[in-house]
């Protein structure tokens, strides 16, 4: 008995650490990042509102660097949330929104703005074009989450590695942490260039 107890002990000792880290792993995960929602979120929504950008009715944009915009979305325990919708918006090649506060100048062929309703995976995908960067701004793209009526998060997404990013007012005041969670690659692969975000929101 003696001996048995001193093994159960022993094994007991070793696994702790193990199971510390199982709960940690298995804590909320640490929601994305807000930031403002700036000035140009449509007034009024375009026609053509899918998820792909560089196509805007039956005009197809040829201008800037396509790439793919993908990912998730969970909540703070990883599961997908079904039934979200995920907005995007950004400047054309030439750094201008379509909104009338910056002149109304986008080309008409970029659609600037997309909408997609998250599947039961809870993944997203956008055909758009990479950012780039206009007055006072670093490359980026506007982000927002929906759920019924309820709006979720609004926040930006940036390019890793941009040398306009140090110097971005809104980018700097962000935490190394919260740099990480909103700075990704655009990476070329089999489908072309590609951004992974994954976004977790409080649901």
């Not at 804590?27 to 979120?41: A, H, I, K």
């Not at 993944?123 to 019924?148: A, C, E, M, N, Q």
């Not at 930006?156 to 809104?170: I, S, T």
């Amino acid at each position: 008995m003696p001996n048995r107890r001193i093994v159960l002990a022993c094994a007991a000792a070793l696994a702790a650490p193990h199971l510390r880290l199982a709960r940690a792993s298995s804590g909320p995960l640490r929601p994305t990042p807000s930031q403002t929602e700036g000035p140009f979120y449509p007034v009024s929504l375009p026609a053509d509102t899918d998820g792909d950008l560089l196509r805007n009715g039956s005009a197809v944009y040829q201008r800037g660097t396509p790439a793919w915009v993908e990912g998730t979305v969970v909540d703070l325990n990883g599961a997908p949330l079904a039934g979200a919708v995920v907005e995007i918006w950004q400047c054309d090649h030439a750094g201008h929104y379509h909104h009338p506060g910056d002149g109304g100048r986008a080309d008409p062929a970029f659609q600037g703005f997309g909408r997609v309703v998250v599947g039961r995976d809870g993944r997203y995908r956008f055909r758009t074009l990479k950012p780039v960067p206009y007055s006072g701004r670093t490359p980026h793209i506007h982000v927002k989450v929906r759920l019924d009526r309820m709006e979720l998060l609004t926040t930006q997404l940036y390019v890793a590695d941009d040398p306009g990013n140090a110097k971005d007012f809104l980018w700097r005041r962000l935490s190394a942490v919260d740099r990480e969670a909103l700075t990704v690659p655009f990476q070329s692969g089999a489908n072309g260039l590609t951004a992974r975000f994954p976004i977790v929101v409080q649901a």
